[in-house]
Each structure stands twice: as structure tokens, then as C-alpha cells.
């Protein structure tokens, strides 16, 4: 079975500093990845996923991620963060299931807070 | 394009009571994921519908079932709640397609309480 891990539960950056998420994942075939971000009571905007072909994904909101298979890391950054980036975001995983059916496998989350 | 709605976004049930929550997909989406959302267990995967069938099922005890429309609106149901149901629940669509395409998007979320 697929797991995903987010070795950081809470990570504080001041505005205009860079910014990495760290995303370790499991999984025995070709990954589908995504990075989601969540603010307080809403549901879950996709930032960026991975699907194949270039290892380094662009998606919303000036964020970037890379895939590296041979570390199973899917780390998301940002060059200089935003006040309104402050968020929780969660790391996912896509894989199908033997019933033909798909899910995603998600990571506890990273609480990113930002210091004006 | 309307994005996933579900409703209603808040809700308040006492223990023992049965709670019935609908999502509607993107038009055109014929696969909705249903998703569990709480402070201790993070995001867990509860069922998945696609042409009314359901697929896939999480693990997750017999009280949490689900259906899906031929319109591909989908509703889960929850009996005899506890406590521990108390949580965010979220409703993805999706296009299925050859995998490049199964991208889930989501809704707002159903915040159940439960007292």
C-alpha cells in the first residue's frame, strides 16, 4: 500500500523568504503526485501534480515542484513567500486500486505559518 | 465552470442520530471520491462512485455508506453517529481518463458535529 510522509508538522518563514516542503512518499510503481493547500475552513486547491516527464513541475501561485525517484521525495518550494501563503498543505499520492477504482493517499499536512 | 458544491457546509447531530450529506460534481464528472478529514487521522479515504457503481471503499465501518445518481451527484450517509464522526468531510470529482486526467478536485467540505 501507498504512504506518504510529511516530516514537518509546523514550518514558520518571513515574508519574502524561500520556502521547501518536504514530501517522502511509498509506492512500488510510477507515482501520481500533488500537492494540495488548504486554508482554515475550506476544502482542499490542487497546486501542482506529477504525472511523468519533466521532473520539475510548475503549478499555481508561483510554486515548483521536484519528483526524485532515487530519494521517493516530492518537494514543493517557493522562492519568496506571501503573507496569503500561509496555509496548511498536504502532499498526495494517486494510485489505483485492483478494483479499477483510483484515491489519493495523503500526508498528515505542513501548517506553514508567515511572519510579516 | 461550477466547481464541486456540497452541502450542507455545516452541520450539528447528537449522538445516535443519522446525517445524510450531497455532493455535486463538476459538470461533466462522473467519478466522486468522499474523504474524512480530522485533526488526529489527517485525510482518510472513505468510498469512491463512479457510474452509480461504488469501486473502491476505505476502511471505515459499515455506518458510513454512499450512493451515487445517475446525474453523478452523490450523497454518504452516516448512522447511529459517535462522537469521533465529528469532522471535516470532502467530496472530490473527478474525469477519469487514462490516469494523466484523474486529477480530483475538491469541495468546500461538510463540517459535521457531532454532541
Known amino acids: ?116 | 465552470k461550477a466547481g464541486v458544491t456540497q452541502t450542507p457546509r455545516y452541520l450539528i447531530k447528537t449522538r445516535g442520530q443519522q446525517v445524510t450529506l450531497s455532493c455535486s460534481p463538476i459538470s461533466g464528472h462522473r467519478s466522486v471520491s468522499w474523504y474524512q478529514q480530522t485533526p488526529g487521522q489527517g485525510l482518510q479515504f472513505l468510498f469512491e462512485y463512479f457510474s452509480e457503481t461504488q469501486r473502491n471503499k476505505g476502511n471505515f465501518p459499515g455506518r458510513f455508506s454512499g450512493r451515487q445518481f445517475s446525474n453523478s451527484r452523490s450523497e454518504m450517509n452516516v448512522s447511529t453517529l459517535e462522537l469521533g464522526d465529528s469532522a471535516l468531510y470532502l467530496c472530490a470529482s473527478t474525469l477519469p481518463g487514462t490516469g494523466y486526467t484523474d486529477t480530483q478536485y475538491f469541495g468546500p467540505g461538510t463540517r459535521l458535529t457531532v454532541l
Open chain 1, 1 to 116: 500500500a501507498q504512504s506518504v510522509t510529511q516530516p514537518d508538522i509546523h514550518i514558520t518563514v518571513s515574508e519574502g523568504a524561500s520556502l521547501e516542503l518536504r514530501c517522502n512518499y511509498s509506492y512500488g510503481a510510477t507515482p501520481y503526485l500533488f500537492w494540495y493547500v488548504q486554508s482554515p475552513g475550506q476544502g482542499l486547491q490542487l497546486l501542482l501534480k506529477y504525472f511523468s516527464g519533466d521532473t520539475l513541475v510548475q503549478g499555481i501561485k508561483g510554486f515548483e515542484a521536484e519528483f526524485k525517484r532515487s530519494q521517493s521525495s516530492f518537494n514543493l518550494r517557493k522562492p519568496s513567500v506571501h503573507w496569503s501563503d500561509a496555509a496548511e498543505y498536504f502532499c498526495a499520492v494517486g494510485a489505483w486500486s485492483g478494483a479499477g477504482s483510483y484515491q489519493l493517499t495523503f500526508g498528515k499536512g505542513t501548517k506553514l505559518s508567515v511572519i510579516p
